[in-house]
Nanobody, 122 residues
Framework: QVQLVESGGGLVQAGGSLRLSCAAS????????MGWYRQAPGKERELVAQ???????WYADSMEGRFTLSRDNAKNTVYLQMNSLIPEDTAVYYC????????????????WGQGIQVTVSS
């Protein structure tokens, strides 16, 4: 089992920045990709950014150039630096960890954090 604990959310004015952190604990050796999703009120959960164990990243179009996802494998932690925030970024942000089960003794699993609120005021 893997536990994901998010931190760094809060209230910020438009144009400001926030840095979200997600620390994984437990049986972390099988984790492959980690990333962040978000869900705004009345909308479906959407993928924000994702990073492989090797550091390759993917971003949703609307976050490209504003958000930066990084990963510290030694600390089992990912960081989402969010700059130039806009009110449309207001949502609950969820940390995600995927195991593909390709490594020996690892099974396919998906883990979620509890979510953290990010509110951007205009």
């Amino acid at each position: 089992q893997v536990q994901l604990v998010e931190s760094g959310g809060g209230l910020v004015q438009a144009g400001g920045s926030l840095r979200l952190s997600c620390a994984a604990s437990g049986d972390t050796m099988c984790i492959d990709d980690m990333g962040w999703y978000r869900q705004a009120p009345g909308k479906e959960r959407e993928l924000v950014a994702q990073i492989t164990r090797g550091g390759d990243t993917w971003y949703a179009d609307s976050m490209e150039g504003r958000f930066t996802l990084s990963r510290d494998n030694a600390k089992n932690t990912v960081y989402l630096q969010m700059n130039s925030l806009i009110p449309e970024d207001t949502a609950v942000y969820y940390c995600n960890a995927d195991q593909f089960g390709l490594q020996a003794m690892c099974t396919p699993e998906t883990y979620w954090g509890q979510g953290i609120q990010v509110t951007v005021s205009s």
